[in-house]
């Protein structure tokens, strides 16, 4: 692995277990060198590798941003994605981080959802390259975006559900599915990762 670039993982699980895993597995199994932080303290103490960071990934979790975020949790991501100068990539409740920071809104589902689901993509972006205009993915989330922030652009959709956000112009990008569980799902972790972070 060149140590000489990373992805910097915003550890909002605060474990490696179940669907977190995943993630850092796809990464280490494609020689993706990757730091991982779950607190402010953590984040400031690589401070002197911030310039070596090519992309941010926000992970998912199980907190809930319907209910609440808790000032440590938001504090952790606001920093990450305003003081290290990278592409951002939030995935489930990160995307849903990034649309309600930019004053989108987030809203409680019915009931969890834990299946596959259809994806329609309604506009070609590099985030999609190489993906089929209508894809399964695995979706696991108990919240989702009912209004998206005001410089996203929703390019895919469940239904009537946003599926993923962009904001090019700001390099914020939005899943809410988890690509890592899937194989045909993770050439959008790719694209992120090699097409618009350069790593």
């Not at 607190?39 to 199980?62: A, V």
């Not at 506009?123 to 695995?138: M, R, S, T």
């Amino acid at each position: 692995m060149n140590s000489d670039k990373y992805i910097l993982i915003i550890d909002n699980q605060k474990n490696k277990k179940n669907i977190y895993y995943y993630l850092t597995q796809v990464l280490s199994k494609n020689n993706i060198n990757y730091l991982e932080v779950n607190t402010l303290q953590q984040l400031n103490n690589i401070k002197n590798k911030w310039h070596k960071i090519k992309g941010i990934i926000l992970s998912g979790s199980n907190k809930r941003l319907s209910i609440g975020i808790p000032y440590s949790t938001f504090l952790l991501n606001k920093n990450a994605i305003t003081y290290i100068d990278a592409p951002v990539l939030g995935i489930c409740y990160g995307m849903q981080f990034l649309n309600f920071y930019d004053y989108g809104t987030i809203s409680q589902l019915p009931e969890f959802c834990n299946q596959k689901i259809l994806i329609k993509k309604h506009k070609n972006h590099k985030l999609l390259k190489g993906i089929n205009d209508n894809f399964f993915a695995e979706c696991k989330n108990n919240d989702y975006v009912s209004k998206k922030g005001n410089n996203m652009n929703v390019i895919a959709t469940h239904n009537n559900n946003i599926q993923i956000t962009v904001d090019d112009k700001n390099k914020r990008y939005g899943i809410q599915f988890h690509p890592e569980l899937k194989k045909s799902t993770q050439p959008l972790l790719f694209n992120f990762i090699y097409d618009i972070c350069k790593y």
